[in-house]
C-alpha cells in the first residue's frame, strides 16, 4: 500500500513558475514509476508526465515539453514536477499516481493516486 500526498499548487501568473510535490508513504514507492496527470474543470483526466523507478527516464506530455521537468529523490519517497512558462491552459487540479512498474500514460496503469493540489494561472 502507498499513499500520496501532493503539494505546492496555488495561484501565480501566467510565465510564472511552480514546483509541485508528491510525498509517498510506503516501502515499495521506490520500485514504481510515477504519473503525473492533471483535470481542469468540465475535462477528462489527462496524463502530463512520466518517470521511472530510478529516475533514468521520463515521458512527457507534448505541450509541456521543454517547460515541465520531473524528478524524483528516493531517499526522500518524493517526486517532483517543475512547471515554468506557465500558462492559463495549466489551470487544473494536479495528481500524482504510483504502482506501476514502467513509464505508463494511461491512468489505469496507475493503482495508488494522491488527491490532488490545485494550480490555477491567471493571463
Known amino acids: 500500500q502507498v499513499r500520496l500526498v501532493e503539494s505546492g499548487g496555488g495561484v501565480v501568473q501566467a510565465g510564472d513558475s511552480l514546483r509541485l510535490s508528491c510525498a509517498a508513504s510506503g516501502r515499495t514507492f521506490s520500485s514504481y514509476a510515477v504519473g503525473w496527470f492533471r483535470q481542469a474543470p468540465g475535462q477528462e483526466r489527462e496524463f502530463v508526465g512520466s518517470i521511472g523507478w530510478n529516475g533514468a527516464n521520463t515521458y512527457y506530455l507534448d505541450s509541456v515539453k521543454g517547460r515541465f521537468t520531473i524528478s524524483r529523490d528516493n531517499a526522500k519517497n518524493t517526486v517532483y514536477l517543475q512547471m515554468n512558462s506557465l500558462n492559463p491552459d495549466d489551470t487544473a487540479v494536479y495528481y500524482c499516481?504510483?504502482?506501476?512498474?514502467?513509464?505508463?500514460?494511461?491512468?489505469?496503469?496507475?493503482?495508488?493516486w494522491g488527491q490532488g493540489t490545485q494550480v490555477t494561472v491567471s493571463s
Open positions: 499516481a504510483t504502482g506501476s512498474l514502467t513509464i505508463a500514460t494511461q491512468i489505469d496503469s496507475y493503482a495508488y
